[in-house]
């Protein structure tokens, strides 16, 4: 029991990332229409800058900055291209392009961090934050939800509350009538792209040192991040943020059972299935009838 | 005193001529009625003008300041509104919300709700559940607190009830008179006419017929042969 308990507390730093990148992925898709398939993609940009400076003996947190920034840029030059050129292009297009643009991120990185090659990837936080039923949780993990439930009411307060949120909530629903009234679309979307860049380098710096740090594995982090978002239905923030929590919790339990623990990356997989066939149930049944 | 003025203006759509060699013009406190039949190219020109595709040769200019080459959003900037036709409410914001997000620093909401005293009962509900004619009342305040030098409006009337529509032509009139330069779209040729003062009538992409609306609202045979041609 207490061995399930461990893996469970254990899977809670990648549920809250999966949270975090699933929160970006609402964000960017409410806001500026596209299912980001490039949105680890760009925050492992972001994180792979860390490394390189931290490898290459700068200061750890002037380099997280740095990293930050770069995520950040990132996020804006594909909000750029995305904006630029395909603003009025369907959903199933904008996502293809995203999915071209991340084989591109990855085939640019993976050459230039010199492929598998391991990196000496810094632990941001180290150490034990409390013990819950004799099990010690991370501060990585507290940090990681923490960062996702504060996003996620951020995003609440700043699209309800302020002038720039509420541009953003009439740019998502009718962007040529927002920019009719002389909205500035293009600078909006732009600082979309930014801060979901900004807030994913984040969290995938946290993460990284307890995966395999390479290019191809963080940017792929984005499977399990669409899955919380599909929980959420792309809709909801709070529907996301425990979506992507409870599949950490679910692939760390099934990490600690022998017989099912080489297939525990598949869950995401099950997710998005699960989930589809239930939100299409009334369809189904409708056609059955 | 604003003033619109387009001159030899041509707008493609899929590389084919919708509007041809088209001069027109708009001052403040006048309202300008561009008539025509199904596909005569009306919607298409109001929307070269306002940049939601982009025009083909000619100028367009407010205070002769030239605006063709600008994006929608800087010519909203310049002085440029436009209603577009199909009643285009932020669905999920409500009525204020609505109108908060048009808000130019220099206006207040309350001009709005003085033009249509029927929307303050309604200002906190979701715009998706207003009436046809509330979503065009709505549209046309949102597009006057931008503080517009000239004011474009397409199909205002379509779908509405016929004392809707009367309704929308008086608040109209009172915005151009108020200073306004409005350039009037509209299949509703007589209500049009009736608080117009210069009307064009367009067939295949052209102007064919520049007078006064009170000229052609006394002769609806012309005005019937002008939009069917020969």
């Known amino acids: 029991m207490n061995a399930l308990l461990t893996s469970a507390v254990a899977g809670l730093t990648a549920g809250g990332t999966y949270a975090l990148l699933g929160v970006c992925a609402v964000f960017t898709y409410r806001l500026v229409a596209v299912v980001n398939f490039a949105g680890a993609a760009i925050g492992t940009a972001g994180t792979f800058v860390l490394i390189a400076l931290y490898e290459a003996g700068f200061p750890i947190w002037p380099s997280v900055l740095a990293g930050i920034a770069a995520g950040t840029a990132v996020g804006v030059a594909v909000g750029y291209i995305m904006t630029r050129w395909f603003s009025e292009a369907g959903a199933s297009t904008k996502a293809a392009v995203t999915v071209a643009l991340l084989v591109g991120l990855i085939a640019v990185g993976l050459r230039l961090t010199g492929g598998q090659h391991p990196h000496n990837m810094p632990e941001l936080f180290p150490g034990s934050a409390f013990r819950l039923a004799g099990v010690e949780v991370t501060i990585a993990s ?83 991040a669409l899955a919380a978002a599909l929980v959420g239905l792309f809709r909801s923030f709070w529907r996301t943020l425990a979506g992507g929590i409870a599949l950490g919790v679910v692939e760390g339990l099934a990490s600690s059972v022998d017989s099912i623990s080489q297939y525990r990356s598949a869950i995401p997989f099950l997710v998005v299935l699960a989930v589809l066939l239930w939100s299409q149930r009334e369809a189904r049944w409708d056609e059955a009838r | 005193m604003s003033k619109l003025v387009i001159s030899d203006l041509s707008i493609n759509r899929a590389e084919l001529p919708v509007v041809s060699s088209v001069d027109m013009a708009v001052e403040s406190g006048a309202i300008s009625v561009v008539l025509g039949a199904n596909g005569a190219g009306k919607t298409t020109l109001l929307e070269g003008l306002s940049g939601i595709i982009p025009v083909a040769g000619g100028t367009i200019a407010i205070d002769e300041a030239e605006i063709q080459k600008a994006r929608p959003g800087a ?110 779209v509209e299949q509703f040729a007589a209500l049009a006419l009736s608080i117009g003062n210069r009307a064009y009538v367009m067939r295949r992409g052209r102007v064919v017929h520049d007078g006064d609306c009170a000229g052609l609202l006394k002769a609806p045979d012309e005005l019937h042969r002008l939009y069917l041609g020969g």
Do not use: C
């Open chain 1, 142 to 224: 507290v940090l990681t939800i923490g960062l996702a439930a504060l996003f996620t009411v951020l995003s609440d307060l700043f699209l309800n509350r302020t002038k720039v949120g509420l541009n953003l909530r009439a740019l998502a629903d009718r962007p040529m009538a927002a920019e009719l009234l002389g909205i500035r679309v293009q600078l909006l979307s732009l600082l979309v792209w930014g801060m979901t860049g900004a807030f994913t380098t984040f969290a995938l710096m946290i993460i990284a040192p307890q995966r395999s740090p390479n290019f191809m594995t963080l940017s792929l982090l984005v499977v399990p």
């Open chain 2, 75 to 184: 010519r909203s900037r310049a002085g440029l509104a436009h209603v577009e036709q199909g009643r285009t409410v932020f669905r999920q914001l409500t009525t204020e919300e609505n109108l908060k997000v048009s808000l130019h620093p220099s206006a207040d909401i309350a001009e709005a709700y003085a033009l249509f005293p029927e929307l303050v009962q309604r200002r906190a509900v979701k715009a998706s559940l207003l009436s046809g004619g509330e979503q065009q009342m709505l549209v046309i305040a949102r597009a006057l607190l931008t503080r517009p030098k000239v004011l474009l409006i397409d199909e205002m009337s379509a779908g509405l009830a016929p004392v809707i529509v009367s309704r929308l032509m008086t608040a109209v009139r009172k915005l151009a008179d108020g200073g306004l330069a409005v350039l009037l």
